[in-house]
């Protein structure tokens, strides 16, 4: 099957290139347009969609030993799709008895397998739109883009770092010591690129494919069986992730059960047991520091790879053009209600104001311009529902509602169009209220006034050490505090994003340029995708013996 | 200071080359002769170890509140060097006030100093032999290649690997996404490495210079200052080596602290505060297992690279040179008395002989022969003093001596040469005894009596598995049975020797050649060098804003 290594290679030489120069490159487009897709594409997709609500999910050969799902679309409508459930003893036995003939497979069969899974996957980009959106609330076009070809170019990233992590050095070598004037010594040297272990992918409930598939994919290129363990109200994308790679697994004479689903129901979670399995050794993980916690305290014999939480910050430090500052964060604060791990949560603003293009303008004008982009913005029903999206857990409301007592409401949050929804929400604070400086996750941002532009830079750079960020933004037009403030994001770990205007927002995140998540501070682990991201998943082990 | 860098760019792009072909490669020169390193370079690196002795060790500029050392040579003299010692929290704060520095270092710049440090070292490697021979008990000859060159090489080769992740994506990238018929987005971003934190080597008694200037060097050269932790009872070689980097980097403008020495008393080490405190980030650690389990237990806020205890095996299923098979394992029995990490402990053989060039040999037979094998080799005492060396710790003796009731013995230890010495002991165990499974570190043989052929490789391999192993030989002329045992051994993640006589030993791993220690069983993690070796000790972040 090294016919699907070959029927890729140049996507795949295409990839390597793009990681190198970080240049700007997609492969996947990522415009819901039938003109790319094909014209019957989004109605197949519905029609897929439609087709498997209410439905047992087929996932033939996989372990099972009872049927779960109670998905529900934070748009309204129950999924009502039971996918095969198993114990994790069984899915662990599953995977080891997967395992030799993955392991013994060659990089250029697991790689092929990979490629073609992916490239299948885009096909299905329709049907994953619909999915996305009804597990995670995102709006449809960015359903599309997060659930399809955006998690599809993280998936090639990783399968592209790993080929060039599995090939990097010589697997045979002759090794001839010269010896003085008797014979040289010279032995041939064999090397064998040896898995991990078993593979434990945790899913989140937001980007359930986006934050999966590198982890999932770097863990199968390298030889790892792995078992897919979604969240419980967004199972459905990682199951159509799986049934495509069992697919493509079998048609490829390699067993099934190297990619495994592990369904299991709210408030009884396997998560766990599996986690701290012995045979489990590598866990990539997206979600809650407190579970990042407990993993990194109980799952010691598994190598973690984590995407926690955190606080990004924006800094306004001042602009020459407000107008566009205020309408590229307004778009940045409502788009999927804030839900992104790239989202500004706190905005640090000096107490006296900021230098604009329109004059001075205070604090609080600051803040109302923000408001006011926010409402124009989602002045349209349909727009902003399209922008916005669905709120994907009902705890969020209920912090909402907990948050507005805590500052001075510049904005309201409200419903928008249908479903579990809220319109961002706007509260002035002081810089030194502890409120400024936690986590508060969903359509919530502080503005929090501080004394100066550079109390603000270091502010939001300490803010990024102590409790992790993922993105930062700096708004700035003194080109020596902006370096400055280069300096203090760095030494904190957290990607910086300066005078975004226009169509390009600080909560976006580009495969093959941008990696996501520095490893510096506690929002995370997982660079997407590093070597470091990559590396511990197999190891090279050696035989020698003279030549012949 | 990048001067340092394109004077030695010619050695670092060598030293890449060898990385990726794996063939033999040895910059620094490992024969002790006046030819290679001066007609004067012996007497003069004496007299600077003469010179040493009795004196307060000079670490100009270096933390001090106390005076420590009580190293003491295992071939009879005291050292009675003195060095600079600080409390834990002293060491720290130097290394944070270091830290800026380096990490605003270059590549280049950091680079260059590691490599103008590992010539500069190569130049005082007969002062190093002597101080090598004189806390690890190995003889002059091994002292000299261990302590010296062979060093030199592993530290170059984790410099050359670091310089290779650290120029590996572009530093600078113009992001132009189009736009269909607007305009493109243009984003110019940059990267910033960012060190890991500050590292900790812990280096043991057996090799001081060999197994911690991996971890050193890549630390360093990472940016991340490095508190060097010798052994007790191995300081002199590490303090030569901290002096030499403390020297580089204050030639190159860095701050000296940028490397410490952390030197404690037995009984009231430090190496547990420093691994713990919160700004270390990174421990390379080798030594026994149990002081492994507790670092990755208590030390969660760094990554870990550990090499720790295993049990090295043999397996003799047939040969067609019995003799050069004996003389071979009698060599790697003997150097330096079974102390190395390396050495073979358990050999397997089958309880009905084995085939071989002179016949079939009992299980008896195999034994004795070993055992003349060894007394023809050590027959000669200034050559068995040569190779066998001495004990490095007294506590080896003692376990020697105890473990003389646990088997047959086929052949007695004895007294070598000056000093704390011992002659390898062979013992014939059962294989299912327990015995022939428990590490038994320094010169202690088990010859354990198994059913088969294929029983040893699958005992050895599971062993492997269970208690760790760095190295595995094998003995054997069935080409079917030797390809089980390569996929027997590479499973349990231990690199396989295959029939080697003459002139290679199993004992010897191979800097830019052999992967030292694979990660994949329990002997340790700290694979000698590959990426992930590197990859953990610095990470990216990026800023990007419109392009100009």
């Given at each position: 099957m090294t016919d699907l290594f070959n029927r890729h290679r140049a996507l795949l030489d295409r990839a390597l290139t793009a990681l190198q120069t970080r240049e700007y490159w997609a492969p996947f487009p990522e415009v819901p347009s039938g003109k790319i897709y094909g014209e019957t594409a989004k109605a197949e997709g519905d029609a897929a969609f439609s087709a498997l609500l209410g439905q047992p999910f087929a996932l033939p050969g996989h372990p099972e030993s009872a049927r779960l799902g109670s998905e529900q679309s934070p748009f309204g409508p129950a999924i009502r799709i039971t996918y095969p459930a198993a114990e994790p003893a069984a899915l662990i036995a599953a995977a080891q008895t997967a395992a030799p003939a993955l392991a013994a497979a060659t990089p250029e069969t697991r790689v092929g397998i990979c490629l073609e899974a992916l490239i299948r996957l885009n096909s299905h980009s329709f049907l994953m739109a619909n999915a996305t959106m009804h597990s995670t609330g995102q709006a449809f076009a960015m359903a599309f883009q997060a659930g399809g070809p955006h998690a599809q170019d993280r998936g090639l990233e990783a399968v592209a770092l790993a080929y060039a992590e599995m090939t990097r050095f010589a697997a045979v070598a002759r090794w001839e010591k010269p010896q003085g004037k008797a014979a040289p010594i010279v032995l041939e040297k064999h090397w064998a690129l040896v898995p991990a272990g078993i593979a434990l992918t945790i899913g989140c409930n937001t980007f359930p494919t986006w934050n999966s598939y590198p982890g999932l994919f770097a863990s199968l290129a390298t030889g790892n069986p792995v078992i897919v363990k979604p969240h419980p109200a967004a199972i459905l994308p990682l199951a159509l992730t799986v049934r495509v790679l069992?697919?493509?697994?079998?048609?490829?004479?390699?067993?099934?059960?190297?990619?495994?689903?592990?369904?299991?129901?709210?408030?009884?979670?396997?998560?766990?047991?599996?986690?701290?399995?012995?045979?489990?050794?590598?866990?990539?993980?997206t979600g809650s520091s407190a579970f990042g916690a407990w993993l990194r305290g109980k799952a010691r014999q598994a190598h973690l790879f984590t995407e926690e939480a955190g606080v990004n910050t924006v800094t306004i430090a001042a602009t020459d053009d407000f107008a566009g500052m205020c309408a590229n964060l307004a778009f940045s604060l409502s788009l999927y209600s804030g839900q992104m791990c790239t989202a500004p949560q706190t905005i640090f603003v000096p107490q006296g104001g900021i230098d604009t293009d329109q004059g001075h303008r205070s604090f609080d004008e600051v803040a109302q311009a923000l408001a006011d982009a926010i409402d124009a913005l989602l002045a349209d029903p349909g727009r902003a529902a399209g922008i916005a999206g669905a709120i994907a857990n009902p705890a969020t409301l209920a912090r909402l509602e907990a948050m507005g007592s805590k500052g001075r409401v510049i904005r309201a949050s409200a419903p928008l169009g249908d479903g579990r929804t809220a319109s961002p929400m706007l509260l002035a604070v002081e810089a030194d209220d502890p409120i400024s400086e936690e986590e508060c996750f969903g359509p919530i941002t502080l503005i929090a006034a501080c004394d100066t532009a550079d109390d603000a830079i270091s502010r939001a750079a300490a803010l990024a050490r102590a409790k992790g960020a993922i993105t930062a933004a700096l708004y700035d037009t003194d080109e020596s505090r902006i370096t400055r403030a280069i300096a203090a994001f760095t030494a904190a770990g957290v990607n910086l994003s300066i005078n975004l205007t226009g169509n390009i927002y600080v909560n976006q995140s580009a495969a093959f340029s941008d990696f996501h998540v520095t490893g510096v501070n506690p929002a995370g682990t997982a660079c997407l995708t590093d070597p470091a991201f990559i590396a511990p998943r197999f190891r090279r082990v050696m035989w020698r013996r003279p030549a012949a």
């Amino acid at each position: 099957m090294t016919d699907l290594f070959n029927r890729h290679r140049a996507l795949l030489d295409r990839a390597l290139t793009a990681l190198q120069t970080r240049e700007y490159w997609a492969p996947f487009p990522e415009v819901p347009s039938g003109k790319i897709y094909g014209e019957t594409a989004k109605a197949e997709g519905d029609a897929a969609f439609s087709a498997l609500l209410g439905q047992p999910f087929a996932l033939p050969g996989h372990p099972e030993s009872a049927r779960l799902g109670s998905e529900q679309s934070p748009f309204g409508p129950a999924i009502r799709i039971t996918y095969p459930a198993a114990e994790p003893a069984a899915l662990i036995a599953a995977a080891q008895t997967a395992a030799p003939a993955l392991a013994a497979a060659t990089p250029e069969t697991r790689v092929g397998i990979c490629l073609e899974a992916l490239i299948r996957l885009n096909s299905h980009s329709f049907l994953m739109a619909n999915a996305t959106m009804h597990s995670t609330g995102q709006a449809f076009a960015m359903a599309f883009q997060a659930g399809g070809p955006h998690a599809q170019d993280r998936g090639l990233e990783a399968v592209a770092l790993a080929y060039a992590e599995m090939t990097r050095f010589a697997a045979v070598a002759r090794w001839e010591k010269p010896q003085g004037k008797a014979a040289p010594i010279v032995l041939e040297k064999h090397w064998a690129l040896v898995p991990a272990g078993i593979a434990l992918t945790i899913g989140c409930n937001t980007f359930p494919t986006w934050n999966s598939y590198p982890g999932l994919f770097a863990s199968l290129a390298t030889g790892n069986p792995v078992i897919v363990k979604p969240h419980p109200a967004a199972i459905l994308p990682l199951a159509l992730t799986v049934r495509v790679l069992r697919e493509v697994l079998t048609e490829a004479d390699l067993p099934a059960d190297a990619v495994l689903l592990a369904v299991d129901a709210p408030g009884a979670e396997v998560t766990q047991q599996l986690a701290t399995d012995p045979a489990v050794k590598l866990v990539d993980y997206t979600g809650s520091s407190a579970f990042g916690a407990w993993l990194r305290g109980k799952a010691r014999q598994a190598h973690l790879f984590t995407e926690e939480a955190g606080v990004n910050t924006v800094t306004i430090a001042a602009t020459d053009d407000f107008a566009g500052m205020c309408a590229n964060l307004a778009f940045s604060l409502s788009l999927y209600s804030g839900q992104m791990c790239t989202a500004p949560q706190t905005i640090f603003v000096p107490q006296g104001g900021i230098d604009t293009d329109q004059g001075h303008r205070s604090f609080d004008e600051v803040a109302q311009a923000l408001a006011d982009a926010i409402d124009a913005l989602l002045a349209d029903p349909g727009r902003a529902a399209g922008i916005a999206g669905a709120i994907a857990n009902p705890a969020t409301l209920a912090r909402l509602e907990a948050m507005g007592s805590k500052g001075r409401v510049i904005r309201a949050s409200a419903p928008l169009g249908d479903g579990r929804t809220a319109s961002p929400m706007l509260l002035a604070v002081e810089a030194d209220d502890p409120i400024s400086e936690e986590e508060c996750f969903g359509p919530i941002t502080l503005i929090a006034a501080c004394d100066t532009a550079d109390d603000a830079i270091s502010r939001a750079a300490a803010l990024a050490r102590a409790k992790g960020a993922i993105t930062a933004a700096l708004y700035d037009t003194d080109e020596s505090r902006i370096t400055r403030a280069i300096a203090a994001f760095t030494a904190a770990g957290v990607n910086l994003s300066i005078n975004l205007t226009g169509n390009i927002y600080v909560n976006q995140s580009a495969a093959f340029s941008d990696f996501h998540v520095t490893g510096v501070n506690p929002a995370g682990t997982a660079c997407l995708t590093d070597p470091a991201f990559i590396a511990p998943r197999f190891r090279r082990v050696m035989w020698r013996r003279p030549a012949a």
